[in-house]
């Protein structure tokens, strides 16, 4: 099965491309560990994909080249156009910041932050008004259902409560692609459903890019595209097209 993914959206612009990304740890020692080899993979604007795969098969590291929180030790990455291995490393963080959100298995809130605080954050950053950034920030959290929790530190709030603010910073400036490692891993079913419908919604109306990190088929079974990786490598691409009729309408 090919290794990219292409859409039958004649127009569509493709936001993420990536050829032959090798990822090893350890390089060139007797413990050397080949984590990606050689990933070809092609993602469309607009697009909601699902990585799922043994845990070890490389799902987490392929999202942190993704994101760039990690350096790769071969290979091309371009996002929207741009070939990241032509920006210094102030204009990739720059470029992170504007056009990429994370959800974090482990939340990475600022502890000393409150709620409405941790999430108002990435707007700030961009030099918004601080009363708008706040407006915005307790809008998305009481969409979530955290609007009785606003002021609260990350330690006064449950694992699904952290998850949720968590989901809330990385939607809050809109960027193009948002990736989530694990992003309802911490949430009830009920709770877990309504965040993926969330995603659905703003993929939906804002034309955003998600690409998810999940063991559980039934968040996969809500995305157009599920990519299996095997062993660094991507061992298959699955379409749902029902999803996508219903999506792309």
């Not at 987490?60 to 790769?72: A, K, P, S, V, W």
């Not at 694990?182 to 877990?192: A, C, K, M």
């Not at 703003?202 to 088929?217: M, W």
Request: with cysteine; aromatic share 4%.
């Amino acid at each position: 099965m090919k290794n990219s993914i292409e859409t039958n959206d004649k127009g569509s612009q493709k936001i993420l491309e990536i050829n032959n990304l090798h990822k090893r740890y350890n390089e060139g020692k007797t413990n050397e560990v080949h984590a990606l080899r050689g990933i070809e993979l092609t993602v469309h604007k607009g697009d909601m994909m699902a990585i799922m795969g043994p845990s070890g098969c490389g799902k987490t590291t392929l999202l942190n080249m993704i994101g760039h929180l990690d350096r790769r030790s071969a290979g091309d990455i371009t996002i929207d156009g741009v070939d990241t291995l032509t920006l210094s490393d102030g204009q990739m963080t720059a470029f992170r910041r504007d056009n990429i959100g994370f959800i974090f298995q482990l939340f990475n809130l600022f502890p000393f932050l409150t709620a409405v605080e941790n999430v108002e954050t990435p707007l700030l950053l961009t030099g918004m008004n601080a009363g708008l950034a706040r407006e915005q920030a307790k809008m998305l959290l009481r969409e979530l259902g955290m609007g009785d929790r606003l002021y609260h530190l990350p330690t006064e709030l449950s694992g699904g409560q952290q998850q949720r603010v968590a989901v809330a910073r990385a939607l809050i400036n809109q960027p193009a692609i948002i990736l989530g490692d694990e992003p309802t891993g911490d949430l009830d079913s009920t709770t877990s459903g309504n965040i993926m419908d969330l995603f659905r919604r703003i993929n939906k109306i804002n034309h955003q890019t998600f690409v998810l990190v999940t063991h559980n088929r039934w968040i996969a079974e809500k995305c157009d595209y599920i990519v299996h990786m095997t062993d660094g490598k991507i061992s298959g691409i699955e379409e749902n097209p029902l999803i996508r009729r219903q999506t792309k309408r």
